[in-house]
Every structure is written in structure tokens, then in C-alpha cells.
């Protein structure tokens, strides 16, 4: 068992002459729960993008759960992200992004995501298409939709990116109730601008000049 599920290490990364992440390092612990906050283009994005294996740093090392290979480190976590990252697909698509995953997994996925109520009114259930990026659902339900697909995965590491502040209040609080059981047991980094979405279980570092400073656990 490998000692960090996230282990980097005075990594810094750069678009064009313009740095976004400066010598920063972070080590979280299997089943560790980091909250990242910053202001608007501190880089929490960029930094997320690197753990979920889509950039490499230009400098430094980025192991994800034991993996430093970008094609490996994308099968070791599940993305959350705040806008719609829905394919113009059915429900069912969206949730299992091809695989071969049974009916049954996909609506416990469903059901812990909050789902199943609405899916099941659906004239066409999981086959209803969500339309071009998404525009056929909710916003909420566009969000619960990624949870399920993340559940389904069920990767070791678990990446949100500002997962409900483009909802309203009410929907906003069904999506961290999905979201509490996507993250159980689960290394979490979820970046916000919004300390208050971050419960107890969260060790909360701050995000400035490129580089994270603890602010509390």
C-alpha cells in the first residue's frame, strides 16, 4: 500500500511566462479529506487538472495513489466538476461512459446520487438523452448524474471542483447529500471558494502565489 494517496513534491507548472504553481507540494493520506481555498485564478483549477492526470507539471513529481503515469493516474480518480460536464448522451452513457457496467450498479449509483425518483418518471428512463451538453436537465441533476458516474467508477481518489455553487440553496444541499456518499471513505480534494461547504472532516489549506498554506483542520 503505497504511504499518500496524493504525493506531490515541489511541483510547479506554467502557461506560456506565466506561472500558476510555484514549488508547491501536498501530501494526503488514503481516505484524507483537503479542502483547497482561493480567489478566483490562484491556480486551484490547474492544480486539480494535474492531480485528475490531465496536465503534468513542468517541474517535480505528481504521484496519484501510486501512479505517476498520466494514462494511470486518470484511472485512479473520479472529477466532479462545477459546470456541466455532461456528453450528449442518455443518462445511462453519461454514467457508465462506455463501460460494461451491469443495471444493477448503475441504479445503486442512481439511488445513492438521488436519482432514481426522477429517472424512473422518465418516459425513456436511463435512455433519456440530456441533450447538447446537458441542456435536457437540471443543473442539479446534471451534478448528481457526474456523482453517479464517479460512484460507478469507484476510483480511490475523489476531485471536486466547486461542485454546487452554481445551484440554488435547496438543490445545493441534495447534491452534498450525494456527494457524502460518494467521498466515504474516499480521499477527497475538493477546491471551493467557499470554506463553508467544507464539513469537519476536512483539513483546509489556502491557495496564494501559486503555493497552499494550511489553515486548519
Known sequence: MFPYAVDLENISFSYGNHMVLNNLSLRAKPGEHIGIVGDSGCGKSTLLKILAGL??????????????ILEKIRKQVSLVMQNNSLFPLSIRD?????????????????????????????????????????????????QRIQIARALCKDAPVILLDEPISALDQDTGHSVLDALRKLTGGKTVIHVTHHQETLDDSYTIYRMEGGRIIRVCS
Do not use: F, M
Open 94 to 142: 453519461n454514467i457508465t461512459c462506455g463501460h460494461p457496467i451491469s443495471d444493477e450498479t448503475v441504479w445503486k449509483a442512481c439511488q445513492n446520487a438521488s436519482l432514481t425518483e426522477w429517472i424512473k418518471d422518465l418516459p425513456n428512463g436511463l435512455d433519456t438523452n440530456v441533450g447538447e451538453r446537458g441542456n435536457q436537465v437540471s443543473g442539479g441533476q446534471a
Open 55 to 68: 496536465y503534468a507539471p513542468d517541474q517535480g513529481p505528481a504521484i496519484i495513489a501510486g501512479e505517476h
